[in-house]
Nanobody, 120 residues
Framework: QLQASGGGLVQAGGSLRLSCAAS????????MGWYRRAPGKQREWVAR???????NYADSVKGRFTISRDNAKNTVYLQMNSLKPEDTAVYYC????????????????WGQGTLVTVSS
């Protein structure tokens, strides 16, 4: 019901844009977000955006990543610039019916993940 795409291999300093489209079977979409899981680490929150496009970011990506959405297409994007090797992870998109989910348990739907690898 959430399909993520756009991952790949990029050199440090490069950019990637992730996309995540929600299927029509998801009736009520409020906030959408991105999480990531680096090798050997727990999943961590990256960014979220409300339906009204209020955004916030983890400190580790602030100023480098930009989350946006197209409500007409039920799609959320993550523009990643100035990528670092420590950004290497599987990136997951998620959607919540609430307008401001406070943790990952408030997201009802998750994408399958897309791998981002940043080489040094």
């Amino acid at each position: 019901q959430l399909q993520a795409s756009g991952g790949g291999l990029v050199q440090a300093g490069g950019s990637l844009r992730l996309s995540c489209a929600a299927s029509g079977s998801i009736v009520s979409i409020g906030a959408m977000g991105w999480y990531r899981r680096a090798p050997g680490k727990q999943r961590e929150w990256v960014a979220r955006i409300t339906r009204g496009t209020i955004t916030n970011y983890a400190d580790s990506v602030k100023g480098r990543f930009t989350i946006s959405r197209d409500n007409a297409k039920n799609t959320v994007y993550l523009q990643m610039n100035s990528l670092k090797p420590e950004d290497t992870a599987v990136y997951y998109c998620a959607s919540a019916s609430s307008w401001w989910p406070m943790n990952e348990y408030e997201y009802e739907y998750w994408g399958q993940g897309t791998l981002v690898t940043v080489s040094s």
